[in-house]
């Protein structure tokens, strides 16, 4: 079943009002690459005595290293909820906010972060936990199914998407 399906089936569970508004899906390479360099050197200015293996860490709970990364597989969606007007929920810290800079209130399980933004999350993990997401327990809005992240957090035998090259994108365009 498709990501696209799985949302839509996961839309029904939503409380009445509340719809999902996708932030990012599919990333290139070469784009997962440059962020993860941004993240690294972020961490250099911000670490300078940590080790390269720390600054690595520190920089991967923000960005995932290009060579584990779910995105490039289109397993991985980065979304939030929005209400009828289209306005986004309280989630404690905006999308795509950097851990190290919210004190760590991205992780979808953070204490400190409002009742509403911790009902919020609930809400948004019940209807994707429900159709097979699991989320990276550092940023609130990024969920996977089929990526290598879900296959080690579901114990599956493997990934069921493999990273796809751009290249590789645009020939099944090109042939559609």
């Known amino acids: 079943m498709s990501i ?25 390479l070469h784009i997962q690459q440059r962020a993860f360099d941004r993240a690294l ?26 060579n ?33 800079e919210t004190d760590n209130a991205t992780f979808f399980d953070a204490a400190n972060i409002s009742e509403e933004a911790r009902k919020n999350r609930q809400i948004l ?14 940023e609130w809005w990024h969920w996977s199914y089929g990526d290598r992240y879900w296959a080690v957090m579901t114990q599956a035998n493997q990934a069921l ?3 796809v090259f751009e290249q590789e994108r645009i020939g099944l365009y090109k042939h559609s």
Do not use: C, W
């Open 4 to 28: 696209a399906k799985k949302l839509s089936i996961a839309k029904a569970l939503l409380p009445k009002g509340l719809r999902f508004l996708v932030k990012e899906g599919y990333r290139p």
């Open 41 to 66: 050197q972020r961490a250099k200015l911000q670490f300078p005595n940590k080790n390269s293996a720390d600054l690595i860490a520190e920089a991967s709970k923000y960005v995932a290293p290009p």
């Open 161 to 163: 998407y493999p990273a």
């Open 125 to 138: 993990a019940h209807a994707l936990q429900s159709v097979g997401f699991v989320n990276d327990f550092t």
């Open 68 to 100: 584990i990364a779910p995105h490039p597989t289109g397993g991985a969606i980065n979304l939030t909820l929005v209400d009828v007007n289209g306005s986004e929920l309280d989630f404690g810290t905006p999308y795509d906010a950097i851990p190290q």
